[in-house]
């Protein structure tokens, strides 16, 4: 059983940076490639930056340079640092883990302010 509970959001001025966390449980989330989704307002939610097993990364082409996805199985976490924020990354950030089916954690606010 895969359990993600996602931490980290908050409220940020414009330019500022946030580190989101997602803590995981299960004996595939070591292997398994994890996702950052995000709810922005008024639209569908949408992919932001993955990470493999094997630390092999990508991100959507809005978050390129500004994003960093990482990992560190021993612990079981995986994280987005979120550089340079703009008061259009403000939604609901979700991590997400496919096994069989999906995966989601309950998500953290991110709010940046203009």
């Known amino acids: 059983q895969v359990q993600l509970v996602e931490s980290g959001g908050g409220l940020v001025q414009s330019g500022g940076s946030l580190r989101l966390s997602c803590a995981g449980s299960?004996?595939?989330?070591?292997?398994?490639?994890v996702n950052w989704y995000r709810q922005v307002p008024e639209k569908e939610r949408e992919f932001v930056a993955a990470?493999?097993?094997?630390?092999?990364?990508n991100y959507a082409d809005f978050v390129k340079g500004r994003f960093t996805i990482s990992r560190d199985n021993a612990v079981k976490m995986v994280y987005l640092q979120m550089n340079n924020l703009k008061p259009e990354d403000t939604g609901i950030y979700y991590c997400?883990?496919?096994?069989?089916?999906?995966?989601w954690g309950q998500g953290t606010q991110v709010t940046v302010s203009s």
């Open positions: 299960g004996t595939v989330f070591e292997v398994a490639t």
């Open positions: 997400n883990l496919k096994f069989l089916k999906d995966y």
């Open positions: 990470i493999t097993g094997g630390k092999v990364t």
